[in-house]
């Protein structure tokens, strides 16, 4: 099987993939293309600087005649290239940074009911206490939470929305353990319980409306 790099996260993946499995970088044509203009644009922000060095050096070294003749031309050049190097499309980047979210997310959401599935076929013959079976549950939640945590966390966000997104995402995870350790979804829970559940339901409702926005803000 022929392997190739992807561009995002660089590890190594199959050249038939369409998203990457370790972040979730899709290979569409369309998201390429977004994911090229995007890659431009801050390629072409540093060059202004580089300019500027060796501009200075080449300065210091002609004849001190020559100097008071060139300065005003040197100067006149770097204004020029200041106000017209072009800056990065900060409405492109927000899009690029909403779709490869959206993607990373509905990959880690798949790849929980997934895992999920099996951790119930395999725990389906355990017996004992109501207690046992929580520890067991947790300690699995946790494991799980914390790869997709981390994957969650390789995105390179900028866009402060997009930024707020990721964070309620990964606050349902843990808000999602602390339910589970204090009996949050049984019949009667306790005071602490419902008060992480209502919690888990403001930040979920904040989730949907900001997703929506941002869907309708970037539309695919």
């Known amino acids: 099987m022929a ?27 369309e998201d390429l293309e977004i994911y090229k203009q995007v890659s431009l644009q801050k390629m072409l922000v540093s060059p202004r600087g580089v300019f ?6 080449w300065f210091l070294h002609i004849k001190e005649a020559l100097k008071m003749k060139l300065l005003q031309m040197i100067f006149l050049v770097l204004i020029v290239s200041a106000c017209s190097s072009p800056k990065p499309d900060n409405f492109a980047n927000a899009k690029y940074e909403f779709a490869q979210f959206v993607r990373m997310a509905v990959y880690l959401d798949d790849q929980f009911i997934h895992e ?11 017996t004992g206490d109501k207690a046992q079976k929580q520890k067991s549950m947790l300690k699995w939640l946790k494991e799980i939470h914390s790869k997709q945590i981390q ?23 843990l808000d999602t353990e602390k339910a589970v350790e204090n009996d949050g979804y049984a019949k009667k829970p306790s005071a602490k319980a419902m008060e992480i559940n209502q919690k888990i339901e403001r930040n ?6 900001l997703f929506d926005t941002l869907k309708k803000k970037y539309p695919a």
């Open 151 to 173: 994957k969650m966390n390789s995105l390179e966000i900028e866009d402060p929305e997009v930024s707020r997104l990721r964070t309620l995402f990964i606050q349902n995870r």
């Open 116 to 126: 999920a599935h099996n951790y119930r076929a395999e725990n389906r013959h355990l």
């Open 204 to 209: 979920k409702t904040e989730y949907r409306q």
């Open 3 to 29: 392997l190739t790099r992807c561009p995002e996260c660089r590890k190594k993946i199959s050249e038939s993939a369409q998203f990457c499995p370790n972040c979730g970088f899709s290979f569409k044509e």
């Open 52 to 57: 500027f060095i060796d501009l200075v050096q």
